[in-house]
């Protein structure tokens, strides 16, 4: 991360290619189809890259990258939700169709983790999907590490009714 | 189901691999590949927590000494030494958390909203045990007149610890508002305890504490409302 803050255009690459697949995982995890995964990627990583200066060297990378994709994604389903809100008031009007999400390997981690609530599902994701500690995810979604620790128990107590019933 | 037969059921899921389109990752490359220079990262902590203070406290003083420091004479060394070391203490926490906002991913020591509800507990706990002159003259014409004074003084604050803000990545508006509104209040009433002579008790616990919460709230609209306003234009 400092080499990249310092302009070298290899590490940039490096972290962009290392760091994809779990931030695109975290945003197909969070209800997002394949395409709306893409966008939100490809919009972080322009964000991250338009804040580079505000990365610390010394402190964790992951919390720093989650707030920012986490910030990005909130805009995203805001922006959304105004639009739709918008198309839903005009009559007559056909709706296009969301594309499907297509078949993935990160389907069956959807599919697990979809009864959780948004809030739950992103505590679960980053803890157990991008193995963050409870300080990082704290840091990352800006509460308490008691808060995360709620999150993730009560998570748990769903998914357990859940995989009990499946 | 026990909890080790979770974490294996996600941890199954999540080793399955997952790709990303390699042409999107091209595309994110090539973007940052056009614009990327050196850049320098933001100053320790600690420097921003000052800048936001020296800042804040400037405008109070400033302001206090123009308006005149009739407040700061009229005060015993007691009082003095009470009064704006509750004052300086609040500075900086809340300098510190301003400063915190900059940065994604900062450890939050406290929420937001706790140090200005304890500041104005704590305000109102010092007042009340220093002043005893229960009088009410002019209760509410002197009092809004030190309101206003109070908030006209917290806006250049709050404008400043805005351009510092923005120097940083805010992620979230409503606290981050928040917290700049209620520094810029704690420099509004500083410059009201030095320039304000009136210590009746009831026109400091209300009027002067009230910059307080009021700049606090204000911060957190005025953040919120620019942050959709940036969203949706």
């Given at each position: 991360m400092a080499r990249y803050q310092r302009g070298d255009f290899a590490a940039a690459t490096a972290i962009v290619r290392s760091l994809s697949p779990q931030l695109h995982r975290f945003f197909m995890v969070q209800s997002a189809g394949r395409a709306d995964a893409d966008d939100l990627l490809q919009e972080t990583w322009l964000r991250i890259h338009k804040v580079r200066h505000t990365y610390r060297a010394g402190e964790p990378v992951l919390p720093w990258l989650y707030a920012i994709a986490r910030h990005i994604r909130v805009d995203h389903y805001r922006k959304t939700r105004r639009r739709t809100g918008r198309e839903e008031r005009m009559e007559g009007i056909p709706e296009v169709a969301a594309p499907a999400a297509e078949p993935s390997a990160a389907m069956d981690l959807e599919a697990l983790l979809a009864p959780l609530p948004e809030s739950q599902r992103e505590v679960v994701e980053m803890l157990?999907?991008?193995?963050?500690t409870l300080e990082e995810v704290a840091r990352a979604t800006s509460s308490s590490v008691g808060s995360v620790k709620q999150k993730a128990h009560r998570a748990y107590e769903k998914l357990r009714g859940w995989l009990r019933e499946g | 189901m026990k909890d080790r037969e979770i974490d294996d059921i996600l941890a199954r899921a999540a080793k399955a691999p997952h790709d990303v389109d390699p042409a999107l990752l091209d595309r994110v490359t090539e973007s940052i590949g056009a614009s990327l220079t050196p850049v320098r990262p933001l100053p320790a902590a600690w420097l921003l927590t000052t800048a936001f203070v020296l800042m804040c406290g400037s405008v109070a003083v400033v302001t206090a000494s123009f308006l005149g420091l009739h407040g700061l004479e009229n005060l015993g060394s007691l009082e003095r030494a009470a009064i704006f070391s509750v004052l300086a203490i609040l500075m900086v926490l809340m300098a510190a958390i301003c400063a915190s906002q900059m940065i994604p991913g900062s450890r939050w020591r406290?929420?937001?909203?706790?140090l200005p509800a304890l500041g104005s507990v704590a305000l109102l706990a010092v007042f009340g045990v220093l002043f005893h002159d229960y009088g009410t003259e002019n209760f509410v014409a002197q009092g809004i007149v030190c309101l206003r004074a109070g908030l006209f003084t917290a806006i250049p604050a709050a404008v400043a610890s805005w351009l510092l803000l923005r120097r940083g990545f805010v992620t979230g508006a409503a606290s981050a508002g928040l917290i700049a509104g209620s520094l810029a209040g704690i420099a509004g009433i500083t410059m009201l305890e030095l320039h304000c002579a009136n210590f009746e008790l009831f026109h400091v616990m209300l009027w002067h504490t009230a910059v307080l919460p009021i700049s606090g709230a204000a911060g957190a609209l005025l953040a919120t409302a620019l942050r959709r306003f940036i969203r949706f234009s």
């Open positions: 157990k999907v991008a193995g963050m | 406290t929420f937001p909203v706790v």
